[in-house]
Every structure is written in structure tokens, then in C-alpha cells.
């Protein structure tokens, strides 16, 4: 199985900030990667899919990039919505595989 | 407007089993794969398993592969997980998704279901 590996698990920010996650696969994904957002209790969110293409709906201030084996998804703005934590997910192939999440907190 | 309904979560026992069921409505059910995904309480999310639009291709993840059975009635567009020879390691928030199309993540989600496994 693919091995996604996030980093950091956890840091706290300021509204206002620039903040950057990171996702590495321990092979080559080219683009088939997906980044979700989830909030205390409820079901995570898509945000980016295809590594770089926002999901219809999400704010402009997130961005994915990345190809291959490493990824990167920021947040341009970070807005008090926006403290939640964030997983990245393989589709490469099956089975399917998300990262460990990255805790985004105040 | 597309929605995603699961349910059937319950207190089960070592070895015991459960069905869980996802009705949607809002798109074309059949044109679509769908997944169980879960999370253990203060856990990260792990896929479970996944079902091809048409139910002819499954996938497992190996944490319940030959235990767990996926299967959906496109006539009902409804998708199901049953579950047999759980154990305490299975107690989660069961979540299902859709696939956005050409398997590239899930763009709807249910609410989740709690299964709890213990004596």
C-alpha cells in the first residue's frame, strides 16, 4: 500500500497568516491526489483534487500543488473558518490511503 | 441537491456483526463508485472499502478484508457494508462517500455512523 506521510501533524496560527502543509507518497502518485478539510465532529470536506484543482465552492485562498511524490496544500489567508484539520488522500490505487492529518490550530 | 444518508451503527459485540446502509439522492447512484470510510475516536481517517458504479469491482483495505462486505442496489440507490467478526479495533465513526468520478476523492459525505464494539 501507498504510505502517505503528512507533515507537521500539528501547528497553531494567526488569522491573517500564510500557512503551508506537506504530504509525501512513499511512491510516485503523478497528479491523484486529494485534500480534505475536517471540523470537530463533522465529515471532511474536498477541497483539491487532481493535486492542484480547487473543488467547486472552495475559497480561492487555498491552493494544492505538487506532483509525484510530494505535495503541498496552502492557505493564502487563514481565516478563524479555517482552523480545522487537514488530510490528504492517495487515489492512485487501490487501497486507497489518506495521510495522518494536520492539525491547524489558534 | 445530493445527499448522503448512512445509518445502522449500533453497541455490538466481540464477534458480532452489523449492516450499515447509505441512501442518496441528487445524482445518477449507478454512475458512480462509493466508499466506507472510517475514524477511530481522536483518530485519522482510513479507507474501508469501495464499490464500482455498476457493483461488479470491490476493494478492500487489508484491516477487513475477508470480514467485511460491500454491496449497493442501484434500484434503491442505496449502498451497504455489512459487517461480520468485528472486533474492538473496528469501533469508528463509519462515514460513506462518493467519488467525484474517475476515483479522484469524495465530494460528498455522509454525516457518519457510530460503531461501537465492546462487551
Known amino acids: 500500500a501507498i504510505r502517505m506521510t503528512q507533515s507537521p501533524s500539528s501547528f497553531s496560527a494567526s488569522t491573517g497568516d500564510r500557512v503551508t502543509i506537506t504530504c509525501r507518497a512513499s511512491?510516485?502518485?503523478?497528479?491523484?491526489l486529494a485534500w480534505y478539510q475536517q471540523k470537530s465532529g463533522k465529515a471532511p470536506k474536498l477541497l483539491v483534487y487532481a493535486a492542484s484543482t480547487l473543488q467547486s465552492g472552495v475559497p480561492s485562498r487555498f491552493s494544492g500543488s505538487g506532483s509525484g511524490t510530494d505535495f503541498t496544500l496552502s492557505i493564502s489567508c487563514l481565516q478563524s473558518e479555517d482552523f480545522a484539520t487537514y488530510y490528504c488522500?492517495?487515489?492512485?490505487?487501490?487501497?486507497?490511503?489518506f495521510g495522518g492529518g494536520t492539525k491547524v490550530g489558534i | 441537491e445530493v445527499q448522503v444518508l448512512d445509518s445502522g451503527g449500533s453497541l455490538v459485540q466481540p464477534g458480532g456483526s452489523l449492516r450499515l446502509s447509505c441512501a442518496v439522492s441528487?445524482?445518477?447512484?449507478?454512475?458512480?463508485?462509493m466508499s466506507w470510510v472510517r475514524q477511530a475516536p481522536g483518530k485519522g481517517l482510513e479507507w474501508v472499502s469501495a464499490v464500482s458504479g455498476s457493483g461488479a469491482s470491490t476493494y478492500y483495505a487489508d484491516s477487513v478484508k475477508g470480514r467485511f462486505t460491500i454491496s449497493r442496489d442501484n434500484s434503491k440507490d442505496t449502498l451497504f457494508l455489512q459487517m461480520n467478526g468485528l472486533r474492538a479495533e473496528d469501533t469508528a465513526v463509519y462515514y460513506c462517500a462518493k467519488d467525484r468520478g474517475n476515483t479522484a476523492g469524495f465530494d460528498y459525505w455522509g454525516q457518519g455512523t457510530l460503531v461501537t464494539v465492546s462487551s
Open positions: 511512491q510516485d502518485i503523478s497528479s491523484s
Open positions: 441528487g445524482f445518477t447512484f449507478s454512475s458512480y463508485a
Open positions: 488522500q492517495q487515489y492512485y490505487n487501490y487501497p486507497l490511503t
